[in-house]
């Protein structure tokens, strides 16, 4: 008996580091995965191999469920087919784990067009397209009087939450998604879908490129590897799981400590019942 036992799970850009880990688990924990990876470069340029169809394998090897997309999650109409594809080879579809994306660093001052669109898109339009499709699908289904929790997972990071110099782009986007998963959260509630979001650290080939992080990651003989991708898994099997009380939070997860986010609160005020100049207000919170 698994925690997802009869759930079927789309996990996307699960070819590799975090996703690889979450679609492993998942299928581990009995659900019918769909493995959903592009194939890109970490930069996002190019076409770089087809992790997907290996992850399959892998699942399928351990006595799992599971099949292989290579739709573009940012692309209107990829979203579209990969939510389509799922329905179709598992006949229905419980959960999206939106994971998938790449990293274009630069300072803002340096920072181009393309590398801005490009990350932004891949990562808020991507999570936006797939809870798009999976909320008409799942609309469909409780209009048609099925009855059952559906969930997603989605894929923040600290950059977005406590900000990252030199990740405008990404930071910008990840925050978003934040804000996406609470606003999913209360929309989608009415037809019985939990929206939670993760804000993962581990080693994968984005933080391995990262200057002094593989020194920081590399793992210890023996001792308990903090850094392994697979230990953002669990939460996310969790999240996924009929079981979840939680909507609209927020956790980060690193090694072994699992910690939920408090959101955005509202600090010290100043009111003027006679509303303000300049120079009052400037002297109001000058005392702040
Ligand atoms: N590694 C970390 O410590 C860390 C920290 C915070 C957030 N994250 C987030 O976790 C997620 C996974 O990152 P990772 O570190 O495992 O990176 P990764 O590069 O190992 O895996 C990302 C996968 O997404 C795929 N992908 C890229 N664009 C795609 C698209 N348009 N459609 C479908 N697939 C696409 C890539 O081919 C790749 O296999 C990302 O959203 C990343 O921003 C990672």
Redesign the pocket.
């Known amino acids: 008996m698994g925690v997802l036992d009869g759930r079927v799970v789309v996990v996307?850009?699960?070819?590799?580091?975090?996703?690889?880990?979450h679609a492993l688990l998942l299928a581990a924990e009995g659900a019918s995965v769909l493995v959903?990876?592009?194939?890109?470069?970490?930069d996002?340029a190019g076409g770089?191999g087809d992790?997907?169809s290996e992850v399959v394998d892998e699942i399928v090897a351990a006595g799992g469920s599971a099949v292989a997309n290579?739709?573009?999650?940012?692309?209107w109409a990829?979203a579209e087919s990969v939510v389509a594809a799922a329905v179709s080879a598992f006949g229905d579809l419980d959960v999206v784990v939106?994971?998938?994306?790449?990293?274009r660093d630069h300072a803002i001052v340096s920072m181009n067009e393309e590398d801005f669109d490009s990350v932004v898109?891949?990562?808020l339009k991507?999570h936006f397209a797939m809870t798009h499709f999976a909320a008409r699908h799942w609309r469909e289904r409780y209009h048609a009087g099925e009855r059952r929790r559906r969930a997603l997972v989605h894929?923040?990071?600290?950059?977005g939450l406590f900000a990252n110099p030199g990740q405008s782009n990404?930071g910008a986007a990840?925050s978003g998604i934040a804000t996406l998963s609470q606003i999913a959260a209360q929309e989608l509630a009415r037809y019985e879908v939990v929206s939670n979001c993760?804000?993962?650290?581990?080693?994968?080939?984005?933080?391995l490129a990262s200057p002094g992080l593989p020194e920081l990651m590399a793992a210890a003989d023996g001792a308990f590897d903090t850094?392994d991708?697979a230990n953002a898994s669990p939460l996310v099997a969790y999240l996924s799981s009929e079981a979840c009380r939680f909507t609209g939070e927020t956790f980060s997860v690193?090694g072994g400590l699992v910690q939920r986010m408090h959101p955005w609160t509202v600090g010290e005020s100043v009111d003027s019942v006679t509303g303000w100049t300049a120079s009052t207000l400037s002297a109001a919170l000058d005392a702040l």
Do not use: C
């Open positions: 996307t850009g699960a070819g590799r580091g975090l996703g690889r880990a959903n990876d592009l194939g890109t470069t970490p996002g770089d992790p997907a290579r739709d573009d999650v940012a692309d990829g939106n994971n998938a994306g790449f990293l898109r891949v990562h991507g894929t923040a990071s600290t950059s990404y990840k993760i804000l993962p650290g581990a080693r994968t080939r984005l933080t850094w991708p690193m």
